[in-house]
């Protein structure tokens, strides 16, 4: 008989997430906020089945796009959970230009572990499909949808920048559908 997956971790991750982003709906999509940080803990599925790299996924943006602090997913996650949902938020300072928080996030990762780097590829693989999805609906009206100040040519620098943070995890299939979709999108 085999033992059951402990998910109790996991399991109380996507609750308190869920419940950050109550009411929410990711930009310009019309579907609730939460499906983003759950394709991103599937796509984290992929490559290691470790809680607490699967709770980080879920939680990778609580600390950006709610009222949550970095000290709650601290005290309700522990110092690793914390430390990986740190390397995936934006620095925000709204002082700082839409490149300079980019570039912040970029060179965060270029130096993050291994296991930070895998959350930060679940989210941009989810981002990036989302990006493929409206590209093909709506071409380079997509572009539109960021904040980025030159349009496409931002977006493709700060992906393109993320794809080589990230090449440590060039052997997953992961990465590889997310270069691929950097491909179709940029060319």
Do not use: C
Not at 15 to 38: D, L, N, Q, V, W
Not at 102 to 121: C, E, H, I, R, W
Not at 141 to 164: C, I, M, Q, T
Not at 174 to 186: G, H, I, M, R, S
């Amino acid at each position: 008989m085999n033992n059951p997956l402990d998910t109790s971790f996991f399991d109380k991750a996507v609750k308190f997430a869920t419940e950050a982003h109550s009411g929410t709906e990711r930009r310009g999509k019309a579907y609730p906020y939460i499906i983003h940080p759950m394709e991103a803990a599937s796509i984290v599925a992929t490559i290691s089945n470790d809680q607490e790299l699967l709770a980080a996924s879920v939680l990778h943006d609580t600390v950006e796009d709610t009222d949550v602090t970095i000290e709650q997913i601290r005290e309700q996650f522990g110092d690793r959970v914390a430390e990986l949902v740190q390397h995936e938020t934006a620095p925000l300072d709204e002082n700082m230009t839409w490149r300079e928080k980019k570039t912040v996030q970029v060179n965060q990762l270029v130096t993050a572990p291994y296991d930070s780097k895998v959350v930060a590829l679940g989210d941009k693989l989810s981002n990036m499909y989302g990006i493929v999805i409206d590209y093909r609906k709506i071409g380079d009206e997509v572009w539109k949808l960021f904040h980025a100040p030159n349009g496409k040519a931002d977006v493709e620098w700060y992906y393109r920048s993320l794809g080589e943070a990230l090449s440590e995890l060039s052997d997953t299939l992961a990465y590889q559908k997310f270069v691929a979709l950097l491909e179709e999108v940029f060319g």
